[in-house]
């Protein structure tokens, strides 16, 4: 049974700050890379961040050195710190498998959190 619930999303003003989290079933969390994907309103849904089993992250240039993701073993779930935010950050967070599970022919995803940045 896949399940991935994110939460954490919410309205911040530029500058500030917000975790999400990203809580997984176990056998879909232990053994795979998860990452963090948004989609803005109008725009492709586009990959943040990722980290390894082994906690190697990587990001996009646009979040580099404001965004950190990292991963609870113990807790099956996945964080994203984002810090400095900005309007350009708004959008809908989701989390997945780098790549993402594959439902039949399509990509499977959660209902996302939203991320509001505005004064």
């Known amino acids: 049974q896949v399940q991935l619930v994110e939460s954490g999303g919410d309205l911040v003003q530029p500058g500030g700050s917000l975790r999400l989290s990203c809580a997984a079933s176990?056998?879909?969390?232990?053994?795979?890379?998860m990452a963090w994907y948004r989609q803005a309103p109008g725009k492709q849904r586009e990959m943040v961040a990722y980290?390894?089993?082994?906690?190697?992250?990587n990001y996009t240039d646009s979040v580099k050195g404001r965004f950190t993701i990292f991963r609870d073993t113990a807790k099956n779930t996945v964080y994203l710190q984002m810090n400095r935010l900005k309007p350009e950050d708004a959008a809908v967070y989701y989390c997945?498998?780098?790549?993402?599970?594959?439902?039949?022919?399509?990509?499977?995803w959660g209902q996302g959190t939203q991320v509001t940045v505005s004064s």
């Open positions: 997945n498998h780098l790549p993402p599970i594959r439902a039949g022919s399509t990509d499977w």
């Open positions: 176990a056998n879909i969390f232990r053994f795979y890379t």
């Open positions: 980290v390894t089993t082994g906690g190697i992250s």
